[in-house]
């Protein structure tokens, strides 16, 4: 019998049955369909399974589940999440979409550094946890300095 | 009638295209299939302009072999060109039967028929009705070809935002986010090596390993299946250690690649010879090169197969699901028309890369397992596995005179296969097939006519430059495997082009915009070039050194597609980086204008990355780059700023906007090292080490 795992997802709590060392990014994809979250390389390496823990940007594919219990994690599914995805879509800040969710979560965590994102902190962020194949760098920063002046939870 | 698109007039039936659906909206079906450069958008465009109706209302289809029509591989930047005047005439063509059917419903002549958002008016009257009140009397189900020709309105109209992303974001557009009934998951323990042979298999061994529901062996084929994707992960990890290869021995270092090309056994062909070079005042000679690089999609290659009494459906992010279902038919050995192959997106994949091979390889393990499977590669598997985009060697020589008029050029280009992917030719193209129990011979290395050719893609300038000699040998058998990647042959071609025009003027002594202007009478061309040049105001006097230069790059993409010009701004540091890049495109009307610019700034960031940074190797284990970290990619602390300038000319046709920077930004990085450096630079990519060389090469 795998033990259970409280894990409080976008305000939900759900318990679930783990096998001991599932991942953080297996328990939303798998056991709780939140399939938002992408398994990109699966060695912490590309960021496109970034969520956020207790606010801190984390790579799902990097962490156990049961790390996490008791803590709050918020993925690209998350209320707060949206207004931050609605602005990719309306700059058109991606092409293929494979690394965008992960990094519309990092920006989340950055921008609540409010009342003053430092840009230069967004970029060293995003250097150090994302990867983008398709070229969108230049369209993401330009959201994210057009996100700075709209509030965001 | 008119000439028809090549695309409808393969695919003539037209409800094949278009079908008015019974709840106010209107199914457009497409054969180009989304890749993450906006296609399904751009065809919604098109369809909404033509059928009158907002972007809102169309709903599409697109890469189905039950539904959609065979256009083949989307690729080549032809989406727009080919399948988008495809779409443009079939929907106008299906909105002129509903326009006839509304006049006699109306009792008015057809000329008299106003369309506004799905309505059809009698002008000066207030008698109305729409495609859903006709839709049961005009038959959709006919051939296009015995139609009066297609009256096409100008221009289209680009829904609010990209139509794939939502459902990106949400989980439930990408094809790993597929979940049939009774799915599993499985994955192919691969060696390191291709082509090594199994030795060692013990399949109560790995049919012990926890978790695992079903072990496949074919050939040398191994796989597992498992009920999550999480323990398929860890099982094909710990079956690989018990798995025992036989490896070929590894090719030659990589380092000495370039110059053993010549030893290659090599189709070779003259594409292009005017006559034989007179030595003139100037002679230029330069050998410039590219590695091979790993097309590197962030997202892992990933196909679902589903077995139905002997019946296979496949979902797929590949290019072509027509010439993919060819392929999966001959490695399975069954009939095509048993097969059903469905385009879902994947990650971007700029190209040939494991989408078509993962398709086999689900469709063997939902064999082995006796139920629906997804099978992803693993990242190491992205990397060392998928087909890489060829290495090259490209030789110029060029003659110029005493006035600086050049009056020869000569180009000779050595690359492994440019075109792997599966179709028409012999073999098969996907990977396991060759080492299936009943293996297939791979899929011959595709050469096409010039233009476009392959890997002498935009080998020959489109400068005036007197005589012109153009050769090409393919070397069918390279170190690695390699096939299609974003622009083939022109990032090197283009990159040795652009380079030389630098060295030529220099030694002109007139300045490098001054230079290629002088050299060129197609007036889309020079427009390009100025609007780059004014657009980074660019100075002939520029001083250069201190680490910081400019330079430009130009190309008319396949000598026949759109026009290109990029002024790349950089600084070198501890490496090369683009600071800033000015681009002007002239891909004639763009269909949606962002969509267009959003491809060229992605290109021209990509290849700004395989130019400066990217390498992909081997060592006596195989493929060197497993993982992120033996394969780096240019980062966010490297992001230019860009700037994309789109010229578009009245009543120019679309061209294809997404490889088109690929080339002029090599050639413009290159350059402007030149101008920063004072050192021309040969090989790609452009690191520390490779300027080192370079500097050494020019002492001695």
Sequence with gaps: MSPSVLLTVNGHTHELSLAPGTLLIDALRTDLALKGTRHGCGEGACGACTVLVNGIAVQSCDIAAAECAGAAIETIESDAAAPVAAAFLEFTAAQCGFCTAGIVMTILAWLRGRPVPDRAELIGKLDELHLCRCGAHARILRVADALVARPVR | MSTLPADLAANPRLDLWVRVDDDGCITVRSGKVELGQGITTAMVAIAARQLCVSPQRVRIVSGDTALAPDEGQTAGSQSIEQGGAAMRTATALARGLFVAEAARELGVPATDIKTEEGWFFAVGRNDRCSYWDLSARVDLALDVTGLEPAVILAGAVTPPARIDLPGKLAGTMFIHDLDLPGMRHGRIVRPAMARARLVGFDRAAIEALPGVLAVLRDGDVVGIVAARDDTARQVAKRAAELLRWDAPPAPPPMS?????????????????????????????????????????????????????????????????????????????????????????????????????????????????????????????????????????????????????????????????????????????????????????????????????????????????????????????????????????????????????????????????????????????????????????????????????????????????????????????????????????????????????????????????????????????????????????????????????????????????????????????????????????????????????????????
């Design chain 2, 256 to 700: 000495e690649f370039h110059d053993w090309m010549d030893d290659l056994p090599a189709n070779s062909r003259v594409i292009f010879d005017e006559t034989t070079c007179v030595p003139a005042a100037h002679r230029y000679e330069g050998v410039f090169a590219r590695p091979y690089i790993a097309h590197a999609a962030i997202g892992p290659a990933c196909a679902v197969a589903r077995w139905t009494d002997g019946k296979l459906e496949v979902w797929t992010h590949s290019q072509g699901v027509f010439p993919l279902r060819a392929h999966l038919a001959r490695a399975l050995a069954m009939p095509q028309s048993d097969i059903i192959v469905t385009h879902r997106p994947g990650a971007g994949c700029y190209g040939h890369n494991g989408a078509d091979d993962v398709a086999l390889d689900a469709a063997l393990l939902a064999r082995a397992a006796g139920a629906p499977v997804m099978c992803q590669w693993s990242r190491a598997d992205e990397l060392s596995t998928a087909p890489a985009g060829a290495a090259m060697r490209v030789s110029v020589t060029a003659e110029m005179d005493a006035d600086g008029r050049i009056t020869c050029w000569d180009q000779e280009v050595f690359s492994p296969p440019h075109f792997a992917r599966p179709s028409a030719a012999p073999g098969t193209a996907l990977l396991s097939a060759w080492s299936m129990a009943t293996p297939q011979a791979p899929a011959i290395a595709q050469q096409a006519g010039f233009p476009p050719g392959t890997g002498e893609r935009n080998g020959l300038p489109l400068y005036v430059v007197g005589a012109r000699r153009l050769r090409h040998h393919l070397l069918p058998q390279g170190p690695l495997r390699s096939s299609a990647l974003r622009s083939l042959g022109a990032h090197c071609n283009v990159f040795a082009i652009e380079s030389v025009m630098d060295e030529l003027a220099l030694r002109a002594g007139v300045d490098p915009v001054r230079f290629r202007l002088a050299h060129l009478d197609d007036p889309r061309a020079r427009a390009v070039i100025e609007a780059a040049a004014t657009m980074a105001d660019w100075r002939e006097d520029a001083p250069g050194g201190e680490g910081v230069g400019r330079g430009i790059g130009f190309a008319r993409y396949k000598n026949s597609s759109a026009w290109c010009a990029v002024v790349a701004q950089i600084e070198v540091g501890e490496r090369v980086r683009l600071t800033r890049a000015h681009i002007a495109v002239d891909c004639g009307e763009a269909i949606d204008v962002d969509g267009v610019i959003n491809q060229i700034e992605g290109g021209a960031i990509q290849a700004a990355s395989w130019t400066l940074i990217e390498e992909a190797g081997w060592d006596s284990n195989g493929p060197r780059a497993r993982a992120w970290e033996d394969y780096p990619i240019l980062r966010f602390g490297d992001t230019p700023d860009i700037a994309v300038r789109l010229l578009q000319p009245a009543d120019a046709p679309p061209l294809g906007a997404g490889e088109c920077v690929a080339g002029p930004m090599a050639g413009a990085l290159g350059n402007a090292l030149r101008h920063a450096l004072g050192v021309r630079v040969r090989r790609m990519p452009l690191t520390p080490e490779r300027i080192a060389t370079a500097i050494e090469q020019e002492g001695s």
